[in-house]
């Protein structure tokens, strides 16, 4: 018969063999954390400054972080994280009718003089001497600032008239429910009208300023206080969350 310490000692080794043949599960990988700058910009690890962003605010997903900041230039997953905002309250589940911009009766010559609104505009904007079609109708040359580039242009076929409200946008937000001449006035209203360049007006599309600015930053905080004061011109209604949004954007990058 074995001495009882050689035979504990046995039952030592083979417990502590079965334990190493045990395969523990793994726990989550610890995702990392955003960081969001004194500046309000928040930056993942595919951000190019993340590494360089030394004073930061740490939060545990970009969509935290842009509850009270904004995601860094060219963040992928923008349009995603403002489509599902933290918890809104009281925002529009629907509109009553579909949008369609032929509902919007935009570049009307209102004055009969040939010229309709956008040619009118681009007239009114110019900084230097314009030139006109042979038949006087259209705007072929002028000088214009572009607010939302900050760069100079003189041939107008470079130019789109944005609305600084997108139509879309509008419609989304109330504007389904106005009637033929209130929109008719909307889509041709000059505040609501910038002579900018082509390529800037169509990367912003029907978005709002949660989802886009000008690539002029100098023009962040003129921008989102015109927007918010049309929005209040035509009692355009925000959901909650973009109110708080706004709001936050005003303070952050008109302080």
Not at 140 to 166: K, S
Request: contains cysteine; charged residues 20%; aromatic residues 10%.
């Amino acid at each position: 018969m074995k001495p009882l310490s050689s035979v504990l000692r046995s039952i030592t080794l083979t417990f502590g063999l079965a334990l190493t043949q045990i395969s523990l599960p793994a726990g989550p990988a610890e995702a990392a954390m955003v960081k969001q700058s004194n500046s309000g910009i928040c930056h993942d690890e595919d951000s190019a400054w993340y590494g360089r962003t030394k004073n930061f605010t740490a939060y545990g997903s970009m969509s935290e972080c842009m509850g009270s900041g904004r995601a860094y230039k060219g963040y992928s997953g923008a349009t995603q994280a403002m489509s599902k905002p933290p918890a809104p309250q009281g925002q529009r589940t629907g509109v009553s009718t579909a949008y369609d911009r032929d509902l919007y009766d935009h570049w009307i010559d209102e004055d009969g003089d040939c010229q309709n609104a956008r040619h009118e505009l681009l007239q009114e904007l110019s900084t230097g001497r314009v030139t006109l079609s042979s038949s006087g109708c259209t705007v072929v040359q002028g000088r214009w600032i572009d607010p939302y580039t900050n760069q100079i242009f003189t041939r107008a076929r470079d130019m789109d008239i944005d609305h600084m409200v997108p139509l879309a946008w509008a419609h989304a937000h109330g504007a389904d429910k106005w009637d033929h001449e209130t929109r008719r006035r909307f889509a041709n209203d000059p505040v609501n009208l910038f002579a900018v360049e082509a390529s800037a007006n169509r990367s912003k599309g029907a978005k709002g300023p949660l989802e886009w600015l000008p690539p002029n930053a100098g023009f962040h905080c003129e921008y989102v206080t015109r927007f918010h004061r049309i929005v209040l011109t035509y009692k355009l209604q925000y959901s909650d969350y973009e109110r708080q949004q706004i709001d936050a954007m005003r303070v952050q990058l008109c302080e």
